[in-house]
């Protein structure tokens, strides 16, 4: 008996994205911060050419985790934005919960800082109650590789499955055949070497 592939399905998932505030950025040390910073708005512009649902939620922005990446707010601004007074783990906010539930999606693509805390406490949650998880492991970070492994670790254990943000954006695609032009302009935008392929493709076709 095979094991099942459970694959994303653009009509049926939601876009999580937890506390990619100003403050708690600064702790990332697992991966570069331009290319962290740059891995993040490509999630976030994977969920808006897919026209997935998507949450925002900061976690005590008040205090030293500072506000959410403005970048996240002005590409989501009717998106729902639930700035948690206290709680660490989101899943224990009722409005984030009834806002993840009222999108009707059962399976939830989640990136966060910090790993080991702020992703994987709703993803664990998350999994409790029956959704289907998806780790964005390039869109989320952390102070080390040692806390990174262990938090990836503990949610691959429960059934999370750990994607980066391009395998992501395939799985939902299917085919290049249904655009080639966004899908090819979305990687351009945050992969260098594919806006290089995409060029010399694009200058190919002009010459048919």
Known sequence: MGKPYVRLDKD???VLLVDHQTGLLSLVRDIDPDKFKN?????AAAAQYFNLPTILTTSFEQGPNGPLVPELKEMFPDAPYI??????NAWDNEDFVKAVKATGKKQLIIAGVVT???VAFPALSALEEDFEVFV???ASGTFNHLTRDSAWDRMSNAGAQLMTWFGMACELHRDWRNDIEGLGTLFSNHIP???????????HSSQK
């Open 12 to 14: 049926n998932a939601a």
């Open 39 to 43: 891995n993040v708005l490509a999630l």
């Open 83 to 88: 700035a948690r007074p206290g709680q660490i």
């Open 116 to 118: 080991e805390v702020c």
């Open 136 to 138: 964005i492991t390039d």
């Open 193 to 203: 070497d594919y806006r290089n392929l995409i060029n010399s493709y694009n200058q």
